[in-house]
């Protein structure tokens, strides 16, 4: 059986066990945790030498890293990727803008302060991760105002990838109600048969 | 004619003109300084609502954005990316690396110290991009120890991706020499027939 590392708790991690759920792939989970250390063991480094999650190991013990390539890569000849061409770059526009232009603030964020708890720690950094972030946000919301999906005309692995970390923007504060097309796009794949949410962060006490 | 906007001393952009060249193209270019604000104005927001270069313009008007995006959508069909499967799958593993664990650092460092002579005033911030940054050449130099090209047994994207920014990494003082493997890589590559390297920063008066 195919096996899954990751952490329930990571947007990245969530778009393998979606993808796999969605083309029908039975997977076993196992669960890392990389806030205490789980991605730097020598076991798991022989995994994955750039020490990050998620990876999926395959039957025969091919090991894929990258939460993207997995996407593509189990989407390779389903619905959720068109064929190579113009339709199919569309995809990956998005895939690449989501790990250099979107994940890196927003995922951030909603770790530091949600998660990791330390917002106080990175109060300096904050102000330009939300900066970045809304660019990131607004980017989509132009995008959703014309279409109904991300890319093309229907679910594909863009909208995965892109939700994963946005419908839990606000656990890092970030203020989602000035993007309309993007929340009924929220709505929209979250209706999605078989695809479930990241488990919400506990409240800070007060 | 196939327009490609882009500023010639960026290693996303350098990719652009790598490929077109590789699978022979023909194609114009059209030269954005980012630094000086040429993303931002209106024009270029119009083809590209997320402000960065490179971007590519079909004959046809339709935009490609995203330089690894870039990379496939012309690699397509070609020995410079295989058929879709696993051999794919590992050149995505390498062009999402790229962005999210080589880029970020390797091009920062550089565009500071070297392009914007701006090194003072990011004087706090090196030190975490020179440590990203070199773990980043040690997985690098981790598959180049085992292996000629970075994915599968020739060139790929994979290559042209990584050798964008690692080829000018000294000029954000990162020392390559503790990289043997990664330095014949270079050699190799930088030998594939057509292909250029980016201009040389000037140095800094002392």
Same mark, same amino acid.
């Given at each position: =059986?195919?096996?899954?590392?990751? #952490? #329930? ?6 778009? $393998? ?7 029908n792939? @039975? ?5 890392i945790?990389? +806030? ?5 063991? /020598?076991?798991? *480094?022989? *995994?994955? /030498?750039n020490?990050?999650?998620p990876? $999926? ?9 990258e939460? +993207? ?10 619905? *959720? ?10 995809? =990956? ?10 994940? @890196?603030?927003?995922a ?13 720690? %990175? ?10 972030? %809304?660019?990131?946000?607004a $980017? =989509? ?20 990838a ?12 970030f203020d ?13 794949? #979250?209706?999605? /048969?078989?695809?479930?949410? *990241? /488990? ?7």
């Open positions: =059986m195919i096996k899954a590392y990751g #952490s #329930s708790t990571s947007g990245n991690c969530w778009k $393998v066990a979606t993808v796999l759920t969605l083309t792939r @039975p997977f076993q989970w196992i669960e945790d990389s +806030n205490a250390g789980g991605t730097r063991t /020598p076991d798991y *480094l022989a *995994l994955n /030498p020490g990050k999650v990876i $999926v190991q395959l039957e025969d013990g091919a090991v894929i890293t939460s +993207n390539a997995i996407l593509a890569h189990f989407a390779e000849g389903t619905r *959720l990727l068109p064929a190579p061409g113009l339709d199919r770059t569309r995809v =990956m526009e998005w895939l690449f803008f989501e790990q250099y232009s979107h994940e @890196p603030y927003i951030t964020a909603r770790n530091w302060i949600a998660w990791k708890r330390v917002k106080d720690k %990175h109060a300096a950094e904050l102000p330009g991760m939300w900066d970045a972030g %809304h660019k990131a946000l $980017v =989509m919301e132009q995008r959703l105002a014309k279409a109904s999906y991300l890319a093309g005309n229907q679910l594909s692995i863009a909208d995965l892109l939700y994963a970390y946005t419908h839990r923007a606000e656990e890092g504060e989602l109600a000035r993007y309309s097309w993007l929340r009924a796009w929220l709505d929209r794949v #979250s209706a999605e /048969p078989g695809l479930t949410s *990241l /488990p919400a962060a506990k409240k800070a006490a007060q």
